[in-house]
């Protein structure tokens, strides 16, 4: 790792101007001392990738991804970890010294990592709210730390076929419910919300009186009304924001990049401070 030297790194995507990897990114440098590294954000679409990533010299240390460009990237890569081969999605490209493109995924890791650190390391059963490209992520998530069957509520036949999919990939008993019925998921001991914003509002008020934990892969806007709900719902109800997740994959991504151990409650303080002044 050449900390001494002018490194770059960046997060890609479309639209990308919200994104809080730079912040996060940018506050992990500062801690550990890389005066030399910046981190910046590119709009770029499916089209404009294969010219960006061919424009990439040397000096650039690696790369985030947002959509639409996690799948995008990968004939562009000279090797996928498994972990990225599972869900079919690299969140992360590390370009090494001897000038190869490695992908990850650091979002599935983030998962189970922002989940432990609010003590879920097993649960026999969870529930997913909704079938796109995150809930692939969550069933890979929960391969690692649900012993028995996941739910998923879905709104379409197509979706669910793609849900059955993933679990027997990804080796999750997945059973599949109609999203009508969405309102019994939160009697799950692990709910993951993986829905756009909104579309959750009007389970608020099914919360039951003594909920497990609920993991929204939102951060903006925060608190969802279910996230609210839930945290007000006494004791033993547990909330992990999405948030938590930036914050866990993107220093899974600082420590690929930088080879240092990255400063988490740093990160998180930055995000924390940037939303907030939205």
Not at 111 to 136: C, D, F, H, I, P
Not at 242 to 270: F, I, K, S
Request: glycine share 8%; aromatic share 4%.
């Amino acid at each position: 790792m050449r900390s001494n030297e002018a490194r770059r790194a960046a997060v890609l995507g479309s639209p990308i101007a919200h994104s809080l990897s730079p912040v996060l990114h940018r506050a992990a440098y500062a801690e550990l001392g890389l005066d030399h590294w910046s981190y910046d954000r590119f709009e770029v679409d499916e089209a404009g990738l294969p010219g960006f990533v061919e424009g990439l010299d040397s000096t650039w240390a690696g790369l985030s991804l947002t959509m639409p460009l996690k799948r995008a990237i990968m004939p562009m890569l000279d090797g996928i970890s498994d972990t990225a081969a599972s869900v079919e999605a690299v969140n992360t490209v590390v370009l090494t010294e001897d000038g190869r493109r490695l992908g990850d995924n650091t979002d599935i890791p983030g998962m189970v990592a922002a989940l432990r650190e609010r003590g879920v390391e097993k649960v026999e059963t969870a529930a997913v709210l909704g079938a796109g490209a995150t809930a692939s992520s969550a069933l890979a998530a929960l391969a690692e730390i649900c012993t028995g069957p996941v739910t998923a509520y879905v709104r379409s036949e197509v979706r669910a076929d793609e849900m059955r999919g993933w679990g027997e990939r990804l080796g999750v008993d997945v059973r599949i419910a109609d999203w009508l019925a969405a309102d019994e998921a939160l009697r799950a001991p692990l709910v993951i919300a993986t829905t756009p914003a909104g579309t959750t509002d009007s389970l608020a008020h099914s919360v039951p009186t003594s909920p497990g934990t609920l993991f929204d892969v939102l951060y903006e806007p925060w608190p969802t009304a279910l996230a609210s709900r839930w945290a007000g719902a006494g004791a033993g109800a547990d909330v992990v924001s999405g948030l938590d997740l930036l914050v866990h994959q993107a220093a899974l991504q600082v420590e690929q990049m930088t080879g240092l151990d990255a400063p988490l409650a740093v990160m998180r303080a930055a995000g924390e401070a940037a939303l907030s002044a939205r």
